[in-house]
Nanobody, 127 residues
Framework: QRQLVESGGGWVQFGGSLRLACTAS????????IGWFRQAPGQEREGLSC????????YYVDSVKGRFTTSRDNAKETVYLYLNNLKPEDTGRYYC????????????????????WGQGTQVTVFS
């Protein structure tokens, strides 16, 4: 009964910012790497970032590096994704996912590595 729930999505103006949250129930995030993904209709899911459970090291794909930041609060069983300087191409449904252990430095963006997924939260960037 491990579950993840995303929240914080919405409509954001071009250049704006948004904070997404991923909260766990049924298990503790203390030992899990948390990845963020997004998917637009008709397109493949895109891995965005990963944050490790112990040293909290984080990794980002080039398309969001410098604009998105992920952090975690293990006491609250929550991982955050801060989206800054948003662009229309950032529009999509955002998902968090859990993988036991540390982030894989070279393959954290591969969705097949993750065991638990949330239902997603929609982010729409307009201008």
């Amino acid at each position: 009964q491990r579950q993840l729930v995303e929240s914080g999505g919405g409509w954001v103006q071009f250049g704006g910012s948004l904070r997404l949250a991923c909260t766990a129930s049924g298990f503790s995030l203390r030992n899990y790497a948390i990845g963020w993904f997004r998917q637009a209709p008709g397109q493949e899911r895109e891995g965005l970032s990963c944050i490790s459970p112990k040293d909290e090291s984080s990794y980002y794909v080039d398309s969001v590096k410098g604009r998105f930041t992920t952090s975690r609060d293990n006491a609250k069983e929550t991982v955050y994704l801060y989206l800054n300087n948003l662009k229309p191409e950032d529009t999509g449904r955002y998902y968090c996912a859990a993988d036991f252990g540390q982030c894989y430095t070279g393959s954290y963006h591969r969705g097949s590595l993750y065991d638990v997924w949330g239902q997603g939260t929609q982010v729409t960037v307009f201008s």
